[in-house]
């Protein structure tokens, strides 16, 4: 008898000792439930409608920073067309550039061409050379790989507008935004926002291609480019 009742102690010990570790494990998830709603509180009117100015002014600097891209490339290609019109043609309609030490033959796109193709000495030294042109080349690729970056960032705007729009739009939501829209953008942007949203150390970057002529003519001649274009051949 004796063994039973110690038995059936050790059981309502044992029940009551379960007992006890659910109802930590109740309070555990209801202060975790707590704690995740409050990190989570849907964001007010007035936090959504600043965030929106924000993304106005980050929207206003890279706008203006496509325009001002806009408006070096036309100038560069201005120059390069300025250059291409005087060069020697290829029967296939390609222009090409040769070096100023006569040795190497260049096409308008950055190829290097063999001497089967071409031979450097059938092309009028009078020519523009490799050198005045590849420059030009240079910038208009970084011309066009900055623009596409702008045109990817303003696309990160559009969507940040449009998920902040959203009924039950997350204060966490929006400082994840913020946190990631702030260093995403491009310095060729960034310099166009106001002083008191101007990020550290920021890039100068002139407002016009007079003031980019200097880089583009500083940059070392190349033996070539790092990748081949592909050519169409012209009809």
Do not use: C
């Not at 409050?38 to 965030?51: K, L, N, Y």
């Not at 739009?169 to 953008?185: G, I, K, R, W, Y």
């Not at 150390?201 to 407002?207: D, G, N, R, V």
Request: overall charge negative; glycine content about 2%; cysteine-free.
């Amino acid at each position: 008898m004796a063994e039973v009742q110690r038995l059936k102690w050790f059981i309502a010990a044992k029940d009551e000792q379960e007992r006890k570790e659910k109802q930590e494990e109740r309070a555990e998830k209801t202060d975790l439930d707590l704690a995740t709603a409050v990190e989570m509180t849907i964001a007010t009117e007035v936090q959504i409608e600043a965030f929106h100015e924000k993304l106005d002014k980050y929207d206003e600097a890279t706008v203006r920073a496509l325009m001002e891209n806009e408006r070096a490339l036309e100038i560069v290609q201005a120059k390069m067309d300025e250059l291409l019109s005087r060069a020697h043609r290829l029967e296939d309609g390609r222009r090409v550039f040769k070096t100023e030490d006569g040795q190497r033959v260049f096409d308008e796109f950055g190829t290097e061409l063999d001497r089967d193709i071409i031979d450097p000495n059938t092309i009028d030294d009078n020519a523009p050379t490799w050198e005045s042109y590849q420059p030009l080349l240079l910038e208009k690729e970084r011309l066009g790989a900055e623009r596409e970056a702008l045109a990817i960032y303003q696309g990160k705007l559009d969507d940040a507008r449009e998920r902040s729009s959203q009924e039950g739009f997350t204060v966490e939501e929006l400082e994840s935004l913020e946190a990631e829209l702030e260093p995403d953008m491009p310095p060729s942007a960034a310099q166009f926002l106001p002083a008191d949203m101007q990020p550290a150390a920021t890039p100068t970057i002139k407002s016009d291609y007079e003031a980019v002529a200097p880089k583009v003519a500083d940059l070392a001649p190349q033996a070539g480019m790092s990748q081949a274009a592909t050519f169409t051949p012209m009809n």
